[in-house]
Protein backbone atom coordinates (compact mmCIF):
# COMPACT_ATOMS: atom_id res chain seq x y z
CA UNK A 1 0.00 0.00 0.00
CA UNK A 2 2.77 2.60 1.02
CA UNK A 3 4.84 1.98 -2.29
CA UNK A 4 1.80 2.24 -4.09
CA UNK A 5 1.53 5.43 -3.00
CA UNK A 6 4.72 6.76 -2.98
CA UNK A 7 4.89 5.78 -7.01
CA UNK A 8 2.29 8.06 -6.92
CA UNK A 9 4.03 10.63 -5.13
CA UNK A 10 7.16 10.17 -7.19
CA UNK A 11 4.61 10.84 -10.07
CA UNK A 12 3.35 13.97 -9.80
CA UNK A 13 1.33 14.72 -6.33
CA UNK A 14 4.61 16.39 -5.01
CA UNK A 15 3.99 19.90 -4.41
CA UNK A 16 5.47 22.22 -6.94
CA UNK A 17 6.84 24.28 -4.34
CA UNK A 18 8.85 21.54 -2.11
CA UNK A 19 12.42 22.33 -2.20
CA UNK A 20 14.99 19.85 -1.29
CA UNK A 21 18.74 20.90 -0.98
CA UNK A 22 21.55 18.87 -1.95
CA UNK A 23 23.60 16.63 0.63
CA UNK A 24 23.13 14.23 3.25
CA UNK A 25 19.70 14.66 5.30
CA UNK A 26 18.61 13.82 8.34
CA UNK A 27 15.17 14.38 9.00
CA UNK A 28 13.83 15.77 12.57
CA UNK A 29 10.88 13.27 12.85
CA UNK A 30 8.02 13.28 15.60
CA UNK A 31 5.72 10.75 13.71
CA UNK A 32 3.03 13.72 12.86
CA UNK A 33 1.29 14.38 10.50
CA UNK A 34 3.81 16.94 9.10
CA UNK A 35 6.55 14.83 9.59
CA UNK A 36 5.54 12.07 8.32
CA UNK A 37 4.56 13.33 4.79
CA UNK A 38 8.34 15.13 4.63
CA UNK A 39 9.33 11.32 5.36
CA UNK A 40 7.58 9.86 2.44
CA UNK A 41 8.78 12.95 0.47
CA UNK A 42 12.01 11.28 1.00
CA UNK A 43 11.23 8.52 0.42
CA UNK A 44 10.02 9.13 -3.24
CA UNK A 45 12.81 11.87 -3.89
CA UNK A 46 15.62 10.97 -2.12
CA UNK A 47 15.99 7.40 -0.35
CA UNK A 48 19.23 6.90 -0.89
CA UNK A 49 20.70 10.50 1.18
CA UNK A 50 17.96 10.32 3.95
CA UNK A 51 17.77 9.24 7.48
CA UNK A 52 15.16 10.54 10.34
CA UNK A 53 15.56 11.05 13.90
CA UNK A 54 13.12 10.93 16.36
CA UNK A 55 13.86 12.43 19.88
CA UNK A 56 11.16 10.89 22.94
CA UNK A 57 11.73 13.93 25.22
CA UNK A 58 10.14 11.74 28.23
CA UNK A 59 7.61 14.58 29.07
CA UNK A 60 3.96 12.70 28.30
CA UNK A 61 2.85 9.84 29.44
CA UNK A 62 4.80 6.48 29.57
CA UNK A 63 2.38 4.37 27.25
CA UNK A 64 1.53 7.22 25.42
CA UNK A 65 5.22 7.59 24.26
CA UNK A 66 6.18 3.29 23.57
CA UNK A 67 3.07 3.85 21.27
CA UNK A 68 4.60 6.71 19.36
CA UNK A 69 7.66 4.68 18.96
CA UNK A 70 6.57 1.86 18.02
CA UNK A 71 4.63 3.37 15.29
CA UNK A 72 7.18 5.57 14.38
CA UNK A 73 9.20 2.92 13.93
CA UNK A 74 6.86 1.19 11.77
CA UNK A 75 5.86 3.87 9.53
CA UNK A 76 9.86 4.49 8.78
CA UNK A 77 10.04 0.79 8.13
CA UNK A 78 7.22 1.17 5.60
CA UNK A 79 8.54 4.10 3.82
CA UNK A 80 11.83 2.31 3.49
CA UNK A 81 13.93 5.44 5.58
CA UNK A 82 16.05 4.53 8.54
CA UNK A 83 15.12 5.93 11.50
CA UNK A 84 17.42 6.47 14.98
CA UNK A 85 15.84 6.89 18.56
CA UNK A 86 17.05 9.11 21.26
CA UNK A 87 15.83 8.86 24.63
CA UNK A 88 16.08 12.41 26.73
CA UNK A 89 16.30 11.28 30.40
CA UNK A 90 13.64 11.58 32.41
CA UNK A 91 13.19 14.87 34.46
CA UNK A 92 15.84 16.66 32.29
CA UNK A 93 13.65 18.74 29.87
CA UNK A 94 11.86 20.26 32.95
CA UNK A 95 15.35 20.21 34.67
CA UNK A 96 16.53 22.99 31.90
CA UNK A 97 13.35 24.89 31.95
CA UNK A 98 13.65 25.23 36.06
CA UNK A 99 16.95 26.06 35.43
CA UNK A 100 16.25 28.61 32.47
CA UNK A 101 13.69 30.17 33.35
CA UNK A 102 11.73 29.03 30.31
CA UNK A 103 8.34 26.98 29.33
CA UNK A 104 8.80 22.95 28.68
CA UNK A 105 8.12 23.36 24.70
CA UNK A 106 11.35 25.89 24.43
CA UNK A 107 13.41 23.23 26.41
CA UNK A 108 12.12 20.32 24.96
CA UNK A 109 13.14 22.33 21.48
CA UNK A 110 16.79 23.08 22.68
CA UNK A 111 17.32 19.76 24.10
CA UNK A 112 16.18 18.21 20.73
CA UNK A 113 18.40 20.28 18.03
CA UNK A 114 21.56 19.98 20.30
CA UNK A 115 20.39 15.80 19.99
CA UNK A 116 20.26 16.51 16.17
CA UNK A 117 22.72 18.90 15.40
CA UNK A 118 25.27 16.58 17.39
CA UNK A 119 24.19 13.71 15.84
CA UNK A 120 24.34 14.79 12.40
CA UNK A 121 27.65 16.64 12.89
CA UNK A 122 28.98 13.34 14.21
CA UNK A 123 27.75 11.51 10.95
CA UNK A 124 28.22 13.43 7.74
CA UNK A 125 25.15 15.20 7.63
CA UNK A 126 24.78 18.10 5.44
CA UNK A 127 21.13 19.55 6.62
CA UNK A 128 18.66 18.66 9.33
CA UNK A 129 15.05 19.05 7.74
CA UNK A 130 11.99 20.27 9.30
CA UNK A 131 8.66 19.74 8.56
CA UNK A 132 7.50 23.37 9.04
CA UNK A 133 4.79 24.44 6.47
CA UNK A 134 2.87 27.69 5.14
CA UNK A 135 0.39 27.86 8.05
CA UNK A 136 3.14 27.16 10.72
CA UNK A 137 4.45 30.56 8.83
CA UNK A 138 1.09 32.08 9.17
CA UNK A 139 0.78 31.06 13.13
CA UNK A 140 4.01 32.27 13.73
CA UNK A 141 3.37 35.91 11.99
CA UNK A 142 0.32 36.38 14.22
CA UNK A 143 1.76 34.86 17.30
CA UNK A 144 4.47 37.69 16.65
CA UNK A 145 2.11 40.80 15.56
CA UNK A 146 0.29 40.35 18.90
CA UNK A 147 3.34 40.55 20.87
CA UNK A 148 5.68 43.38 21.40
CA UNK A 149 8.52 42.13 19.35
CA UNK A 150 10.60 44.18 17.20
CA UNK A 151 9.46 44.38 13.52
CA UNK A 152 12.29 42.43 12.04
CA UNK A 153 11.02 39.36 14.54
CA UNK A 154 8.04 39.17 11.59
CA UNK A 155 10.50 37.45 9.04
CA UNK A 156 8.67 34.62 11.04
CA UNK A 157 10.43 31.36 10.69
CA UNK A 158 13.78 30.78 7.99
CA UNK A 159 13.73 28.18 5.27
CA UNK A 160 17.63 27.93 5.94
CA UNK A 161 19.22 28.76 9.37
CA UNK A 162 22.55 27.10 9.71
CA UNK A 163 22.01 23.48 9.30
CA UNK A 164 18.54 23.85 9.48
CA UNK A 165 16.13 23.53 6.35
CA UNK A 166 12.71 23.44 5.88
CA UNK A 167 11.60 22.27 2.74
CA UNK A 168 7.86 22.34 3.32
CA UNK A 169 7.93 26.07 4.26
CA UNK A 170 5.22 27.00 1.16
CA UNK A 171 3.63 24.07 1.14
CA UNK A 172 0.01 24.59 3.00
CA UNK A 173 -1.60 21.89 5.91
CA UNK A 174 -4.40 20.84 3.60
CA UNK A 175 -2.20 19.79 0.80
CA UNK A 176 0.40 17.58 3.91
CA UNK A 177 -3.21 16.29 5.31
CA UNK A 178 -4.25 15.21 1.80
CA UNK A 179 -1.45 13.30 1.20
CA UNK A 180 -1.02 11.48 4.36
CA UNK A 181 -4.55 10.23 3.39
CA UNK A 182 -3.68 9.16 0.67
CA UNK A 183 -0.54 7.53 1.81
CA UNK A 184 -2.79 5.06 3.96
CA UNK A 185 -0.08 5.55 7.20
CA UNK A 186 -1.50 6.05 10.61
CA UNK A 187 -0.59 9.34 12.37
CA UNK A 188 1.40 9.47 15.55
CA UNK A 189 -0.95 12.15 17.88
CA UNK A 190 0.64 14.23 20.38
CA UNK A 191 -1.56 15.32 23.16
CA UNK A 192 0.31 18.14 24.16
CA UNK A 193 -0.86 19.48 20.10
CA UNK A 194 -4.83 20.12 21.42
CA UNK A 195 -3.90 22.03 24.66
CA UNK A 196 -4.99 25.73 24.37
CA UNK A 197 -2.82 26.91 27.49
CA UNK A 198 0.04 27.38 24.60
CA UNK A 199 -0.18 30.65 22.68
CA UNK A 200 0.64 28.98 18.99
CA UNK A 201 -2.07 26.37 19.64
CA UNK A 202 -4.15 28.73 20.57
CA UNK A 203 -4.19 30.80 17.19
CA UNK A 204 -3.80 27.09 16.17
CA UNK A 205 -7.52 26.59 16.65
CA UNK A 206 -9.04 29.78 17.06
CA UNK A 207 -7.46 32.08 14.79
CA UNK A 208 -6.53 29.85 11.85
CA UNK A 209 -9.62 27.85 10.38
CA UNK A 210 -10.54 31.48 9.87
CA UNK A 211 -7.64 32.40 7.67
CA UNK A 212 -8.01 31.54 3.89
CA UNK A 213 -4.93 29.94 2.26
CA UNK A 214 -4.36 32.99 0.08
CA UNK A 215 -4.50 34.88 3.43
CA UNK A 216 -1.84 32.53 4.80
CA UNK A 217 0.43 33.23 2.01
CA UNK A 218 -0.30 36.95 2.63
CA UNK A 219 1.61 36.41 5.89
CA UNK A 220 3.82 34.63 4.18
CA UNK A 221 5.30 36.89 1.78
CA UNK A 222 5.06 39.63 4.89
CA UNK A 223 7.70 37.14 6.40
CA UNK A 224 9.64 37.00 3.18
CA UNK A 225 9.41 41.17 2.96
CA UNK A 226 11.30 41.30 6.55
CA UNK A 227 13.47 38.72 6.11
CA UNK A 228 15.13 41.02 3.53
CA UNK A 229 14.94 44.06 5.39
CA UNK A 230 16.84 42.27 7.99
CA UNK A 231 19.56 40.95 5.42
CA UNK A 232 20.19 44.33 4.02
CA UNK A 233 20.40 46.17 7.40
CA UNK A 234 23.84 46.53 8.66
CA UNK A 235 25.09 44.49 11.64
CA UNK A 236 27.88 44.59 13.67
CA UNK A 237 30.34 41.84 14.27
CA UNK A 238 31.49 41.06 17.75
CA UNK A 239 34.57 39.48 18.88
CA UNK A 240 33.68 36.05 19.39
CA UNK A 241 34.26 34.56 22.82
CA UNK A 242 32.29 34.18 26.03
CA UNK A 243 30.93 37.59 25.10
CA UNK A 244 30.73 39.94 22.36
CA UNK A 245 32.36 43.27 22.18
CA UNK A 246 31.60 46.19 19.92
CA UNK A 247 32.95 49.69 19.13
CA UNK A 248 30.54 52.18 20.90
CA UNK A 249 30.77 54.86 17.74
CA UNK A 250 30.58 51.98 15.05
CA UNK A 251 27.17 51.06 17.17
CA UNK A 252 26.00 54.48 17.54
CA UNK A 253 26.83 55.32 13.69
CA UNK A 254 24.08 52.14 12.65
CA UNK A 255 20.42 53.24 11.98
CA UNK A 256 18.13 52.34 14.78
CA UNK A 257 16.98 49.04 13.36
CA UNK A 258 20.66 47.91 12.42
CA UNK A 259 21.26 48.37 16.35
CA UNK A 260 18.68 46.38 17.33
CA UNK A 261 19.74 43.72 14.64
CA UNK A 262 23.17 43.67 16.19
CA UNK A 263 21.64 43.18 19.81
CA UNK A 264 19.55 40.44 18.50
CA UNK A 265 22.21 39.12 16.43
CA UNK A 266 25.07 38.73 19.32
CA UNK A 267 21.82 37.16 21.87
CA UNK A 268 21.54 34.39 19.46
CA UNK A 269 25.50 33.91 18.93
CA UNK A 270 25.46 34.00 22.53
CA UNK A 271 22.80 31.42 23.08
CA UNK A 272 20.83 33.70 24.92
CA UNK A 273 17.06 32.12 25.06
CA UNK A 274 13.77 33.62 24.08
CA UNK A 275 13.07 36.98 22.16
CA UNK A 276 13.52 40.34 23.06
CA UNK A 277 10.93 43.30 23.23
CA UNK A 278 10.92 47.36 21.61
CA UNK A 279 11.23 48.00 24.88
CA UNK A 280 14.63 46.50 25.99
CA UNK A 281 16.43 46.79 22.89
CA UNK A 282 15.55 50.59 22.79
CA UNK A 283 17.39 51.08 25.99
CA UNK A 284 20.51 49.70 25.04
CA UNK A 285 20.33 51.92 22.72
CA UNK A 286 19.59 55.00 25.01
CA UNK A 287 22.69 53.66 27.13
CA UNK A 288 25.23 53.84 24.18
CA UNK A 289 23.63 57.22 23.54
CA UNK A 290 25.12 58.08 27.11
CA UNK A 291 28.04 56.50 27.06
CA UNK A 292 27.41 54.77 30.44
CA UNK A 293 25.14 52.52 31.66
CA UNK A 294 24.34 48.61 32.11
CA UNK A 295 21.28 46.48 32.15
CA UNK A 296 21.24 43.11 33.88
CA UNK A 297 18.81 40.19 32.85
CA UNK A 298 18.84 36.62 33.92
CA UNK A 299 19.33 35.67 30.94
CA UNK A 300 22.07 38.14 29.33
CA UNK A 301 23.91 41.45 30.83
CA UNK A 302 25.02 44.43 28.76
CA UNK A 303 27.54 46.78 29.75
CA UNK A 304 28.42 50.32 27.87
CA UNK A 305 31.93 51.65 28.79
CA UNK A 306 33.21 54.78 27.14
CA UNK A 307 34.33 53.66 23.84
CA UNK A 308 32.88 49.85 24.06
CA UNK A 309 29.55 48.39 24.70
CA UNK A 310 29.67 44.39 25.87
CA UNK A 311 26.87 41.62 25.70
CA UNK A 312 27.63 38.90 28.39
CA UNK A 313 25.27 35.64 28.64
CA UNK A 314 23.75 34.75 31.84
CA UNK A 315 26.48 32.49 33.64
CA UNK A 316 24.47 29.78 35.45
CA UNK A 317 25.74 29.31 39.30
CA UNK A 318 27.20 26.05 39.96
CA UNK A 319 30.08 24.33 42.24
CA UNK A 320 32.39 21.69 41.40
CA UNK A 321 35.31 20.07 43.50
CA UNK A 322 38.08 20.19 41.59
CA UNK A 323 41.01 17.50 41.59
CA UNK A 324 43.90 19.04 39.80
CA UNK A 325 42.77 18.34 36.64
CA UNK A 326 40.90 20.35 33.86
CA UNK A 327 37.94 20.52 34.53
CA UNK A 328 34.62 21.83 32.80
CA UNK A 329 30.89 22.92 34.04
CA UNK A 330 28.74 24.18 31.46
CA UNK A 331 30.47 26.57 29.08
CA UNK A 332 33.57 27.00 30.83
CA UNK A 333 36.79 25.28 31.54
CA UNK A 334 39.67 25.69 34.46
CA UNK A 335 42.75 24.35 32.34
CA UNK A 336 45.74 23.22 33.95
CA UNK A 337 48.55 23.97 30.96
CA UNK A 338 52.20 25.07 31.07
CA UNK A 339 53.09 28.59 31.95
CA UNK A 340 52.06 31.59 29.68
CA UNK A 341 52.21 35.47 30.60
CA UNK A 342 48.29 35.41 31.74
CA UNK A 343 47.76 32.39 33.59
CA UNK A 344 48.23 31.73 37.84
CA UNK A 345 50.69 29.92 39.13
CA UNK A 346 49.61 27.33 41.56
CA UNK A 347 51.50 24.69 43.81
CA UNK A 348 48.59 22.10 44.09
CA UNK A 349 50.23 20.71 47.25
CA UNK A 350 50.19 23.84 49.15
CA UNK A 351 46.33 23.61 48.94
CA UNK A 352 43.55 22.42 51.52
CA UNK A 353 41.02 20.08 50.46
CA UNK A 354 38.85 20.04 49.44
CA UNK A 355 38.85 22.34 46.46
CA UNK A 356 36.49 23.81 44.30
CA UNK A 357 35.65 25.96 41.03
CA UNK A 358 32.40 28.21 41.61
CA UNK A 359 30.57 31.16 40.29
CA UNK A 360 31.29 34.28 42.66
CA UNK A 361 29.00 34.97 44.95
CA UNK A 362 28.32 38.27 46.99
CA UNK A 363 30.62 38.73 50.00
CA UNK A 364 33.58 37.35 48.80
CA UNK A 365 36.13 38.22 49.35
CA UNK A 366 40.18 37.42 48.40
CA UNK A 367 43.17 38.46 50.17
CA UNK A 368 45.36 40.96 47.97
CA UNK A 369 48.76 42.40 48.26
CA UNK A 370 47.28 45.42 48.83
CA UNK A 371 44.89 44.26 51.42
CA UNK A 372 41.38 42.40 51.68
CA UNK A 373 38.85 43.18 48.59
CA UNK A 374 35.03 41.94 48.27
CA UNK A 375 34.95 40.04 44.93
CA UNK A 376 31.97 42.39 43.67
CA UNK A 377 34.24 45.24 43.77
CA UNK A 378 36.93 44.06 41.20
CA UNK A 379 33.93 42.75 38.78
CA UNK A 380 32.73 46.73 39.50
CA UNK A 381 36.18 48.13 38.62
CA UNK A 382 36.52 45.41 35.63
CA UNK A 383 33.37 46.16 34.19
CA UNK A 384 31.94 42.68 34.24
CA UNK A 385 29.05 41.58 35.07
CA UNK A 386 30.28 38.23 36.86
CA UNK A 387 33.54 36.27 37.82
CA UNK A 388 34.69 32.51 38.96
CA UNK A 389 36.71 31.63 41.78
CA UNK A 390 38.89 28.69 43.04
CA UNK A 391 38.67 28.45 46.58
CA UNK A 392 40.00 25.50 49.21
CA UNK A 393 38.99 24.94 52.95
CA UNK A 394 40.84 28.26 53.67
CA UNK A 395 39.00 30.72 51.61
CA UNK A 396 38.74 31.81 48.33
CA UNK A 397 42.46 31.23 46.49
CA UNK A 398 42.16 32.96 43.17
CA UNK A 399 39.25 34.91 41.13
CA UNK A 400 39.54 34.28 37.30
CA UNK A 401 37.74 37.30 35.57
CA UNK A 402 40.17 37.16 32.44
CA UNK A 403 37.61 35.33 30.37
CA UNK A 404 34.67 38.08 30.79
CA UNK A 405 37.15 40.89 30.45
CA UNK A 406 38.78 41.57 33.50
CA UNK A 407 41.52 39.82 35.14
CA UNK A 408 42.61 36.90 37.15
CA UNK A 409 43.87 37.94 40.67
CA UNK A 410 46.04 35.18 43.23
CA UNK A 411 45.40 35.08 47.01
CA UNK A 412 48.58 36.87 48.65
CA UNK A 413 49.19 33.42 50.71
CA UNK A 414 50.04 31.72 47.49
CA UNK A 415 52.42 34.32 46.29
CA UNK A 416 56.11 33.17 45.92
CA UNK A 417 55.84 29.49 47.86
CA UNK A 418 58.47 27.41 46.98
CA UNK A 419 57.54 24.14 44.93
CA UNK A 420 56.16 22.88 41.74
CA UNK A 421 53.48 24.79 40.57
CA UNK A 422 50.89 24.50 37.88
CA UNK A 423 49.08 27.09 35.67
CA UNK A 424 45.58 27.42 35.71
CA UNK A 425 43.37 29.64 33.12
CA UNK A 426 39.48 30.10 33.21
CA UNK A 427 38.66 29.26 29.12
CA UNK A 428 35.50 29.01 27.23
CA UNK A 429 34.80 25.48 26.63
Known amino acids: MAERNLRALSSGLIPDDFILPAGRLLLAFSGGEDSLFLMALLAAAAPERSMALYVNHGIRERKELEREEELNTRNASALGIPLVVRRIPQGKVRHLASEKDVGLEAAARELRYSILRSYAEKNGFDHILTAHHLDDQAETVIMRMMSSSPVYSLSGILREDGMVFRPLLSVSKETIRGSVRMLGLEVSEDSTNSDTGYLRNRIRHTILPYISENEKRILSRIAENCGKIRKRADILSGGDGFFLEYDRREFLSLDLLSRDLTVFDAAQRLGVPGRFSRRLVSAISEKAEKGCGRILLPSFSVYVLKDRIRIYPGLDRFVALWDWNDLTQGRIMLSVRREDE ?88
Open 342 to 429: KTLLIDPASLCSPVIVRTANEGDRICLRDGVRKISELEKDWRIPYSVVLEDRNGIVAVFGRLFGGRDRLSSRFLNLPGRPVTLALAQE
